[in-house]
């Protein structure tokens, strides 16, 4: 009791009386309480007006004489061998669901005949912070129900029933701290599986264990503020029958099911599967839980109206009448250029009395296109082929070349053309002599201008008209310049045989012939003859 408060409690029937508690003195009452030695207690009670005190409770009762007074325990009951309490009456006491006798005897006994009185102070009843428990059915409270439970405090029930049963736990109240938190293991230490673990204000609810066994942890906050009265938990708990299986399932109509052990204990996988031409709609799977529900909802099998997308074909593109494919529907394959299609290149969505719906063949292929080979075009005179074969597949170039002294007319490079059949795309060159007496006759003119275009010929005969006209002007230039020297030098510039003569009768043995392409075998100086 705070210091603010006083309470006196006087032996008599007035302020007068002596005290026989006085609350400066002593802070606690006894356990064993007080008996006046008259017809009456006199209590004071004086409070100032500094602050609020938490108050009193007490409990009086009047007995007759030479017998022992009722008892009394909170929380509890008790029997008794007399009502009357006379002396050698003796009574046994019991705590409530949830409570533990503390601080006194069990059985108490009246003695003393001059002064009749208990032997031993009644007991206590307290909801205490931990505890082994064996009862078939009980309550488990919170540290000091429903006073406010302390801070600070780590509190551990175990709750043990017979092997073949389980526990069934009903959370009635639950009225915690922010940082308060009470946890249920499902097994008989703190490595269980945590059935559940909560905080704050929850509302009532049911639990089940998988064995016999339950750990019940309560951990309250050391820092949190003072709790209110009926601030903590209560829980009843009580053994039921052992049942360790989920509820049977049931069979799907045109399916069946597999299940995964022969009893549905938890962790038991039950797989639903359809019959052929129904698919199943929902979960496959269904496994049984802890708390011995089932993972999710009954599927069911239902027609197959549609085919599967058969997919696509490499190297084309495909055609689709209706996208989700239902019987009836058609995809057309068409190849990309080069390639080849193997295969239907319409396929049909059929239905099936037994089965899914089925496509009417399987997927075609497109493979590369396969074209015949050009033969080799021959190789032109005085040439060579690069590579010399005797066929050639599409695509492949073909490269001529002439010997020294040869000119290459036509393309020097044919190619094989893809197709059916496969043909060269030009015809093949020839090879030309490179004399120059031959390259300007009118013959070879005229072969050049046969192998070219018409603004091919033009331009070659200007090209030949280019080069003669410049030998013309040097050939006449030389002339000029011959007639010239031969003027002033008293020479005669040019003398013509006469028809009939012979054109060396003038000359004589001795005479001399300053051309040295024409010498008989003699050198002869110019001055040794005349003409």
Known sequence: MAQEVQLIIRNGNDIEAPPVYDSYEVEYLPIEGLVSTARGFFIELTTDSSGVAAGMALRYEAFEPGHCYEP?????????????????????????????LEQGSVIIECIDPTNPQWNETEPAC??????????????????????P???????????????????MLDIQVLRLGKGDVLTFYDGDDLTARILGQYSGLNRRFKLFTSTADVTIQFQSDPGSSGLGYQQGFIVHFTEVPRNDTCPELPEIPNGWKTVSHPELIHGTVVTYHCYPGYELVGTELLMCHWDLTWSGDLPSCQRVTTCRDPGDVDHSRRMVSSGKFPVGATIQFVCDKGYALAGSGVITCHDRQAGDPKWSDRLPKCIPEVYEPCLN???????????????????????????????????????????????WNGTPPFCKTTSSKEFYTNR????????????????????????????????????????????HQGKPSLQLPLSGSHPYDHITVDSAFDNPTYETGAFFSPGDAGV
């Open 72 to 100: 009394f325990v909170k929380y509890g009951n008790f029997t008794t061998s007399d009502a009357t309490y006379a002396l050698g009456a003796t009574v046994e006491f019991a705590c409530e669901a949830g409570y533990t």
């Open 444 to 487: 070879n003119l005229d072969a050049v201008a046969k192998m070219a275009p018409a603004g091919d010929v033009l331009q070659g005969s200007n090209v030949a008209f280019a080069i003669f006209l410049p030998v013309a002007a040097v050939g006449f230039l030389l002339g000029t310049v011959y007639l010239y020297i031969s003027r």
């Open 377 to 423: 075009p021959g190789v032109p005179d005085h040439g060579s082929q690069n590579p010399e074969k005797r066929v050639y597949q599409a695509g492949t170039l073909l490269r001529f070349s002439c010997t020294a002294g040869y000119t290459l007319l036509g393309d020097a490079t044919l190619r094989c053309v893809p197709g059916h059949p496969s043909q």
């Open 149 to 167: 439970y302390g801070k600070g405090q780590d509190c551990i029930w175990g709750l043990h029933v017979e092997e073949d049963k389980r526990i």
């Open 126 to 147: 307290r909801a205490v912070c931990s505890g082994e428990i064996t009862d078939a059915a009980g309550v488990v409270l919170s540290p000091n129900w429903p006073e």
